[in-house]
């Protein structure tokens, strides 16, 4: 499975923007970028995932590198209910449909009032 | 929708018995996954399953643990016999593919926390 790396923690005030940086080097043509998050006694909450083009929905944009080995969730005004795990995440397809989800560590965001 | 569902949220069970969790997928989606969440180990994948096909079960640890999925809508995770190191959060996730295309977002349900005395 392709890696990816992220911090392992980040602080951020409230109602200021949050980049979370993560690096997938090993990133393959055809694997996708997730972006997970996990509240405190939650399950993982799916959050934004792109190919190539920077995305934006509701809830954050995702910036990916013109070479794709990077890529920058970006939370554009954080609120303490931000406060979470967030994994960067490689997905591929195989002949039957979607690939599994490998977690990593993640980055741990706290957002200081 | 109503999101995944898993059943029960939690679960309290005595060595050596049997348990099974539940889990009920998002009507039309084609992939379903198991996931443990502990402390030390993070979440971890389990089996998952695509258009009700086993396609990759070496995560589960040894011969106690089982999954099936008898149809679209329905997958249940069995323990058995249970031991204390079995306890953490299981947690059931489900997607779609709906071209070979793109890949969508994966849900996951709320989880089934298992403790084993």
């Known amino acids: 499975d392709a890696k990816t790396t992220q911090p392992n923690s980040m602080e951020s005030n409230e109602e200021e923007p949050v980049h979370l940086p993560c690096n997938h080097s090993?990133?393959?043509?055809?694997?996708?970028i997730h972006w997970y998050r996990q509240l405190p006694s939650q399950g993982p909450e799916y959050v934004i995932h792109?190919?190539?083009s920077n995305v934006n929905n509701r809830m954050a944009s995702l910036a990916i590198a013109e070479d794709r080995k990077s890529s920058t969730l970006i939370l554009h005004r954080a609120t303490l209910r931000d406060a979470a795990v967030y994994y960067c995440?490689?997905?591929?397809?195989?002949?039957?449909?979607?690939?599994?989800?490998?977690f990593g560590t993640g980055t741990r965001l706290t957002i200081i009032p | 929708d109503a999101g995944v569902i898993q059943s029960p949220r939690h679960e309290v069970t005595e060595m050596g018995q049997e348990v099974t969790l539940r889990c009920k997928p998002i009507?039309?989606?084609?992939?379903l996954f198991w996931y443990r969440q502990t402390m030390m180990r993070g979440l971890e994948l389990l089996i998952y399953?695509?258009?009700?096909?086993?396609?990759?079960d070496s995560g589960m640890p040894e011969d106690r643990f089982s999954a099936k999925m008898p149809n679209a809508s329905f997958s249940t995770l069995k323990i058995q016999p249970s031991e204390p190191r079995d306890s953490a959060v299981y947690f059931c996730?489900?997607?779609?593919?709906?071209?070979?295309?793109?890949?969508?977002?994966?849900?996951f349900g709320s989880g089934t926390r298992l403790t084993v005395v």
């Open positions: 996730a489900s997607s779609t593919s709906r071209d070979r295309l793109e890949t969508y977002g994966y849900t």
């Open positions: 090993t990133i393959s043509g055809t694997d996708y």
């Open positions: 009507s039309g989606h084609n992939s």
């Open positions: 995440i490689l997905v591929g397809r195989n002949n039957f449909g979607n690939e599994k989800l490998t």
């Open positions: 399953f695509n258009n009700n096909v086993p396609i990759d």
């Open positions: 792109g190919l190539t």
